[in-house]
Nanobody, 128 residues
Framework: QVQLVESGGGSVQAGDSLRLSCAAS????????MGWFRQAPGKEREFVGA????????YYADSVKGRFTISGDSAKNTVYLQMNSLKPEDTAIYYC?????????????????????WGQGTQVDVSS
């Protein structure tokens, strides 16, 4: 059974930085991509960013581009989200997700349904 565990959330002020981590475990875990989504109160869960291991390509939502950076180590099954210049609108629960059942077909990396494993989330609060 695959387990994703996020850490690194907290309460910060606008302009501060945080680094989220996501560690994956489970028998023979491997993923084609790992990503981050977030959900603010009363809103839908939205794509933040993702990385594909085959080419180490990273993708970002426009709202975080230039401020957030995804990195990771596929051998360690770990992905990070470095968040700089945080804004109050970044306040949300941040979820780690993984594509573990890759079929070789194209999938939209920013869509929730592309991911088959999810963590429990970590809270990020940004005050003004």
């Amino acid at each position: 059974q695959v387990q994703l565990v996020e850490s690194g959330g907290g309460s910060v002020q606008a302009g501060d930085s945080l680094r989220l981590s996501c560690a994956a475990s489970g028998r023979a875990f491997s993923s084609h991509s790992m990503g981050w989504f977030r959900q603010a109160p009363g809103k839908e869960r939205e794509f933040v960013g993702a990385i594909t291991w085959s080419h180490s390509d990273s993708y970002y939502a426009d709202s975080v581009k230039g401020r957030f950076t995804i990195s990771g180590d596929s051998a360690k099954n770990t992905v990070y989200l470095q968040m700089n210049s945080l804004k109050p609108e970044d306040t949300a629960i941040y979820y780690c997700a993984a594509v573990t059942h890759y079929t070789g077909r194209y999938y939209p990396i920013s869509v929730r349904s592309s991911y088959d494993s999810w963590g429990q989330g970590t809270q990020v609060d940004v005050s003004s």
